[in-house]
């Protein structure tokens, strides 16, 4: 009987997937012919029933008795079908709502507490093709969306704290340099012991820890602005991103030399935000440029609804520790050169924030030929 259990098997899983529609009918039908089939043998029945009555008895001497047993049957001959087709809508209704639509409802009623209460971990175990089904799905994603949410929140909270820290820690050591001269000043000034030329000198270097502060504080307001930018996609053709890229690398390569590698199909048309994309771009553009020593090679591709952008330079490449960090606020290996030209090792970080933001990433590699090479993605839709 191996045939008849992989038969019912089979049924019972088009009935799970099956549409409610469909599902129902599945259900009636099954109804209609369980109660088809009860109501031809009960009819045999009291037919045989009747017939026994009539060959015991005579026609013309019947009795009362034997006359209510007839009508009796009669009766339920004439009741039976719509008794049975009764019972049997009854009771395929009640196995239509616990299987299809109790155990659906109540996985999601589970889901939705859940997610009510905050725990994202729980998964919609339910896994049907019909109506149900599909909400569940949706579900699911729903809750995936809001648990990468809620980690990214968390993980912007942390960046967040982790920048007012380093914030708090650089300004420092220009509050103190400006407080020690100016002490300085207020002591020897009054007493005459302070020359013209070392007076100068002195207003000089404070002058210098307050254009940092003002760097300082143009960052912070930059960072803000950057975790604040909302997309606002358009369409536009493959060529004119790649346009835009090679007249931003044009704009700031100074002494390097430009090798521009465009792998897309110019024609095509993407739906991106270009600016947020330009934005990223330039700033790993500008990193490249400081590192590079003769030249910078620049690729485009467009694979699987991802823009990739290479920048490979040909310098000294990441060390180990920037490779880790150097897409982290504030990560400088140079730190006493990069403050004086006025960099605060924000551009990576604030390139993986906007990578992200459009659904894509940033990686940080070193060339197999030497050189650092900055890949960034983001996500398109075609």
Request: charge should be negative; proline fraction near 1%; glycine fraction near 6%.
């Amino acid at each position: 009987m191996d045939w008849l259990e992989e038969y019912v098997e089979k049924l019972r899983q088009y009935i799970k997937n099956a549409s409610m529609i469909r599902t129902a009918a599945a259900y009636l039908v099954i109804a209609t012919l369980g109660s088809l089939a009860c109501t031809m043998l009960t009819m045999h029945i009291t037919s045989l029933w009747i017939n026994v009555i009539h060959e015991r008895i005579p026609f013309l001497s019947y009795r009362i008795r034997e006359i209510e047993q007839i009508q009796l049957l009669e009766r339920v001959r004439q009741v039976c079908p719509y008794f049975f087709m009764l019972i049997s809508i009854v009771i395929a209704g009640k196995y239509y709502v616990e299987n299809k639509i109790k155990a659906a409802v109540s996985e999601i009623g589970l889901s939705l507490k859940h997610m009510a209460a905050g725990d994202l971990s729980f998964e919609i175990a339910l896994q049907s093709e019909d109506e149900i089904g599909m909400i569940a799905k949706d579900m699911e994603n729903l809750r995936e969306t809001l648990k990468r949410d809620k980690l990214n929140q968390w993980r912007m909270g942390e960046e967040q704290r982790k920048i007012n820290a380093a914030f708090a820690h650089d300004i420092r050591t220009p509050l103190t340099v400006m407080k020690g001269y100016t002490e300085f000043l207020i002591k020897y000034v009054p007493e005459g012991k302070v020359t013209e030329l070392m007076l100068l000198d002195k207003l000089d270097r404070i002058s210098r820890q307050g254009d940092r502060l003002l760097c300082f504080s143009k960052t912070m307001t930059r960072l803000q602005t950057m975790e604040e930018w909302e997309v606002h996609c358009r369409q536009i053709r493959m060529s004119e991103i790649c346009s835009y890229i090679k007249e931003a690398a044009e704009g700031i390569k100074g002494e390097i030399q430009i090798l521009f590698n465009d792998q897309t199909n110019g024609s095509e048309s993407v739906l991106v935000d270009s600016g947020l994309i330009m934005e990223a771009v330039e700033n790993v553009l500008q990193n490249a440029v400081r590192y590079a020593k003769k030249q910078i090679e620049i690729t485009v591709q467009n694979r699987n609804n991802k823009l990739m952008i290479y920048v490979k330079d040909d310098g000294e490449g990441f060390s180990e520790k920037a490779l880790r960090e150097a897409d982290t606020v504030y990560f400088r290996e140079r730190k006493e050169a990069e403050d004086d030209e006025g960099h605060f090792g924000i551009g990576l970080s604030i390139t993986k924030m906007l990578c992200e933001k459009h659904g894509g990433e940033l990686k940080l590699l070193n060339s197999v030929e030497g050189g650092a090479v900055v890949a960034v993605s983001f996500f398109i839709s075609i």
